[in-house]
């Protein structure tokens, strides 16, 4: 896996949001910044607006607080981290997960940014 930029932050952007239930969510995310490993904990939920044109960057709008834990990874199999640019079905848990909502061409998407628990970046992994 390739190694998360700088600061350790780790992104997922949140492509449909296919069931939420008793405090957790099951997503489709695609990993913009990783790789994300299970238990990283989201900390940011960011609305990515939809682009004035093709190739301008889309605009954000204001950071929401949450607190969101990442408890399964499944790509083809159950996996234990995600690298960038991939994309797979999760499982997050905690406060928050009520606001998670699908990508639409009118609404744009939303990233959730956060960080690996301490214990992966112990193991030398972001």
Known sequence: MTETPGDG?????????VEVAAGQAVVTVR???????????????????PR???????????????DLKLTKIVRYRELRGLDAVHTALVTLRGPGVEQLRSATRDFGCQIVQGTNTARERRKGNP
Not at 9 to 17: G, K, S
């Open 52 to 66: 004035a044109e093709r190739h301008s960057p889309p605009p954000t709008g204001p950071a929401t607080a949450i």
């Open 9 to 17: 932050t780790v992104e997922l952007q949140i492509e449909e949001v």
């Open 31 to 49: 990993c913009l910044r990783g790789p994300v490993f299970l238990e990283a904990g989201f900390t940011r939920l960011i609305p990515q607006l």
